[in-house]
């Protein structure tokens, strides 16, 4: 994976980079931005603060760097485990529940990833063109199931998949990563509910109809669905 | 419009409060988060750095202080400006509308706003609590929409209602706001395909079908739609 080109890497520069990185993230799962000082960096590292600023200019650079990295690998794994070649609601299912585990998995730098990647340009620019094999991926997917149903469309296609995947990305953020919201935790605790709800209104979108053929009657429910 | 209570409110300190706040707004105009240094600030201020560290303890503290102020009228102006009394569609449409110009209107304080919110979770929290009464309306209406068309539906109204607004705000702040991603610019370049575009999706999340009656066999189009 390439490395910012501003300073020359050496093998133990490189290293020194990665530890100072690991100890940010390390910090971040238990204090906020504002009490991350350069003092706590410091003494999680046993570095010197001339050591810290031959490596980063600011805590800003820091965390951007964390969260670009964290982006590049984030939807290529996503893209691998889904099984492109089934329904729409079920491609649409696994890709949320797939955002969902990658969350899961990994809370605190998905928190400090969607933090960076929705206020800096340059971490948002990056982030949009990881994810553009996705997009791409959810724009024929829904093209072949308008095929399949020999279906119609007023929506633009790249519209939807556009603001699909927005959608998924802000509401997960809001509601997984928002403490404090008893309209939004409520929906926390319930994954399942989540995705299928999710997975549902992607069909609606992308194909103007319900699911029919997935839904049996079944009523939703927020603690058992 | 209450203020923070931690400092003793005279009529001079809120002046100068206000007078703090201003001066950032107008930086942000111009320059972005990092490169508002505290000296930009007390040039554009005239204060001293204890004048301005007596008001605020950080720019972080000034530009929540600023964010929450901003949103807390957000969204009475806009439930103010929609008809509510007329299809869903069009109700749809009026709400995307209405978002769009409050963007257009004031540019960086919206820009200010979405980034503060989608970070901090205290600012965050005052957020959601400022767009619950319009979340609400959405919320009635999808409900009214059903209703008139004796639907049943799969999806909770209270969850969809949640995910429309929520997308919304974040395809807006993605659209409008970030500068360089040349697929998403072209959406921007075309104020009224967006808004009819998602409109068309928000009619198909809340009822799973297409607006028929609205769109008389347009076809769409990202310039003149």
Same mark, same amino acid.
């Given at each position: 994976?390439?490395?910012?080109?501003?300073?020359?890497?050496?093998?133990?520069?490189?290293?020194?980079?990665?530890?100072?990185?690991?100890?940010?993230?390390?910090?971040?799962?238990?204090?906020? !931005?504002? =009490?991350?000082?350069?003092?706590?960096?410091? %003494?999680?590292?046993?570095?010197?603060? $001339? @050591?810290?600023?031959? *490596?980063?200019?600011?805590?800003?650079?820091?965390?951007?760097?964390?969260?670009?990295?964290?982006?590049?690998?984030?939807?290529?794994?996503?893209?691998?485990?889904?099984?492109?070649?089934?329904?729409?609601?079920?491609?649409?299912?696994?890709?949320?529940?797939?955002?969902?585990?990658?969350?899961?998995?990994?809370?605190?730098?998905?928190?400090?990833?969607?933090?960076?990647?929705?206020?800096?340009?340059?971490?948002?620019?990056? !982030?949009? =063109?990881?994810?553009?094999?996705?997009?791409? %991926?959810?724009?024929?997917?829904?093209? $072949? @199931?308008?095929?399949? *149903?020999?279906?119609?469309?007023?929506?633009?296609?790249?519209?939807?998949?556009?603001?699909?995947?927005?959608?998924?990305?802000?509401?997960?953020?809001?509601?997984?990563?928002?403490?404090?919201?008893?309209?939004?935790?409520?929906?926390?605790?319930?994954?399942?509910?989540?995705?299928?709800?999710?997975?549902?209104?992607?069909?609606?979108?992308?194909?103007?109809?319900?699911?029919?053929?997935?839904?049996?009657?079944?009523?939703?429910?927020?603690?058992?669905?």
């Amino acid at each position: 994976m390439p490395t910012t080109p501003k300073k020359r890497q050496s093998v133990k520069g490189a290293r020194t980079r990665r530890l100072i990185k690991d100890a940010f993230i390390v910090l971040y799962g238990r204090l906020s !931005w504002a =009490e991350i000082t350069l003092d706590e960096i410091l %003494k999680a590292t046993g570095l010197t603060v $001339g @050591a810290f600023y031959f *490596h980063f200019s600011s805590k800003d650079e820091l965390i951007e760097e964390i969260a670009v990295e964290t982006c590049k690998g984030y939807h290529t794994v996503i893209i691998d485990e889904i099984n492109w070649d089934c329904d729409f609601f079920e491609i649409a299912h696994q890709i949320i529940h797939h955002y969902y585990q990658s969350y899961i998995r990994n809370p605190v730098l998905s928190r400090l990833m969607y933090s960076v990647v929705f206020r800096r340009s340059t971490a948002h620019a990056v !982030w949009l =063109e990881s994810r553009k094999p996705l997009r791409e %991926k959810i724009e024929q997917s829904i093209h $072949g @199931a308008l095929s399949d *149903h020999s279906a119609q469309t007023p929506v633009d296609v790249a519209f939807t998949s556009h603001l699909l995947l927005s959608s998924l990305e802000d509401f997960l953020f809001a509601v997984f990563m928002s403490k404090g919201n008893t309209e939004l935790s409520s929906l926390a605790s319930g994954p399942d509910f989540f995705i299928r709800q999710q997975a549902i209104i992607w069909y609606r979108s992308a194909l103007g109809k319900d699911p029919t053929h997935k839904l049996a009657g079944r009523t939703p429910n927020r603690k058992n669905a």
